[in-house]
């Protein structure tokens, strides 16, 4: 009997692991924080509820983080797909007046381990998107809290998505490399040895993610964003904000002063094609993924290409440069070129928005806003 259950929990774990259904493989899970799942209580448990639990189709969503740069407009983007009380959208911040109008908010402390699990059980979340985190030039500002944030705040969501069987998507960045890295193009697979806090919990939290995939089938998933562009909401404290302000720079003064290089050249990304991506890559089935953390690619330009075209549509607007060291020894230290070639061969991944594209809909964008708000437009 114990020689039939030694064979089999092995061999049906490794069949549920890489069989298509995705999940996490509970027979092996860990007793993370005292909680054990037995096979038979689950099964009970699920059979129990299967007529009203959110399922694979029909998942229920908690964004941590969520009033960053990116959260309400994923939100927005998963309530359409799944409904409006599908998707929770959490923060230790208040939230706007219009949020709360969009669908459910809740307060989310990614350092209070009860708080989350609390949120978890109480809404049946079955997908959780962490974005709570740090940014490049914040993190180095504070690297206590960074450390906290990116580091412990990981570990809560973690042991939660373990316990909770959750599928769990993690961003990772062009931070996670480092001057040792290849830079133009970074692969998926190379030297990782960032010289930021940031980098540094973003490495730490691919290899935590992946490793609690191969040993207990945790269905981690990670994307590693490149500057994301957004008119709509502001980057918080990272190296590539300045291709967002000198969107509202060049429709407000006409002038524009970088922190870089006028050659210094990253990989950028337009927040539309990002929020795509990430979505598209959470519902992809699991047998498709042979990584779980992958590069994401859109474009590639230097402070000066941007400029270049938005005098297409704005000539007079003026560039002068004033690098300052911290920014640009990190830009320095980051790759120029992401080589996306593994996510677009395994699960469809392709870039809509290049630099003229983007350049037109961020003007637009911020010239219909600044219109609105009855603001003059330069
Ligand atoms: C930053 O600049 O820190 C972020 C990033 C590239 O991850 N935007």
Redesign the pocket.
Known sequence: MLSGVRVWVPLAATLFRTSCLGGCNRMRSPQFRGFSWSPRLISRWNTRDSIDLPNEDNPRILITGGLG?LGVGLAEILRKQYGKENVILSDIKKPPPEVYQCGPFVYADVLDYKNLRELVVNYRITWLVHYSAL???V?EANVALARKINITGLHNVLDLALESCLRLFV?S???AFGPTSPRDPAPDLCVQRPR?I?GVS?VHGELMGEYLHHKYGLDFRCLR????ISANTQ?G?????YAVQIFHDALSTGHHECYLRADTR?PMMHIGDCHRATVEFMQAPECQLSLRTYNIAAMSFTPEEVATEIRKHVPHLKVTYNPDPVRQT?ADS?PVRFDDSNARRDWGWKSMYGLEELVSDMLSSIHDKRTSAGLPVS
């Open positions: 740069q940014l490049s030039v993190g961003p960045t062009i931070g930021t940031y973003k964003y490149p500057g994301v980057p404290g990272g190296t590539t904000d990253l990190i980051w």
